[in-house]
């Protein structure tokens, strides 16, 4: 049975306007975000939205144009990194090579004075946590790439920091290696209590990990949600095809604040463009496909994804996923003529985009 330190808290870190450029790149446009105590929020986004300057932002080693960083309720924008209650793990194993995994852990505890009987000890204790006591003694070399990023965890936890930083630690990692250390890091998060914030662009780490996953674009937040209410409530379009699969499908907005999509009515969730020809967002889950020697509709192809299959219809030249229990689409090969169906439900409706 591992030893757990008893819980240290987590505190409650706030961004307000935060405006970073770079020469002409706008990294963050007006970020206000509020990380709640003991929760982990993950940071999503494409490539260059900001996830990393914000996760900057908040270690100290950035400096905003404006706003401000908050750490329960105190302004730390221009407190030092050093001194700054935050423990941060990077993508690339950023061990010392010439430490030892124990000396590599007990680094910041050295630097500030704490007496050597006191660091074995800490050093002993949160090797433990991260499922390495037998490798105290081994080099950074000597060690897997997920053996690394478990030292490197337990460095960043060595001082007790109320506030855990993690920076696409899991990245550089092999699939499997990826996913035992995800459900490490939560179990450790958890009972450590400790507000972390995780940068990702990887949606399925973000919503198996995260109590809210923040989804940036552009700088600027476009919604900050649980998981499941990302999935089935996104805020905007750009959050809806982010953040799983969707169908973009042409559609036209009726007099009664309707929107027809393939013969089907369905009210609009949310706000309309002004025009009436529109795009009309649907997961693939809410697309039926049938076999009809009438139906208007092609099999292009399936894939097995196990429980589902996802199969690719052309309907008048529009391409449409649907998602079928497997055993319901045996009979679905390229080729075959089908009828598409919707699931009537409210949908997000975008402006109607080039094709
Ligand atoms: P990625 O997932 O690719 O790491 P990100 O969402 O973390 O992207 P940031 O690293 O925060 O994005 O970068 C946001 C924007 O600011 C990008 O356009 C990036 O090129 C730019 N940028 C970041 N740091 C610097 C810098 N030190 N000098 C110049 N431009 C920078």
Redesign the pocket.
Known sequence: ERTVPAAVGGARVEFRGLRRA??T????DGLDLTVEPGELLALL??????????L?VLAGFERPDAGEVLVDGADITHVPANRRDAGMVFQSYSLFPHLTAADNVAFGLRVRKVRAAERRERAAELLDLVGLPQHADRYPHQMSGGQQQRVALARALALRPRVLLLD?PLSALDAKVRLSLREEIRRLQLSLGITTVF?T?DQEEALSMADRVAV?NA?RLEQCAPPAELYRRPATAFVAEFVGTMNRLPGLLTDSGLVEVAGVRMPVDGEAPQAREVDVLVRPENVTVSTAAEGDATVVSTSFLGSVTRVHVDHAGTRVKADLPSREATALAPGARVAVGLAPHPVLVAPRARR
Do not use: D, I, Y
């Not at 790149?25 to 963050?28: D, G, I, K, Q, V």
């Not at 986004?45 to 914000?54: E, I, N």
């Open positions: 770079f020469g790149t706008t990294a963050l986004g494409p490539s260059g939205c900001g996830k990393t300057t914000a900057r696409e940068v662009h940036l700088g």
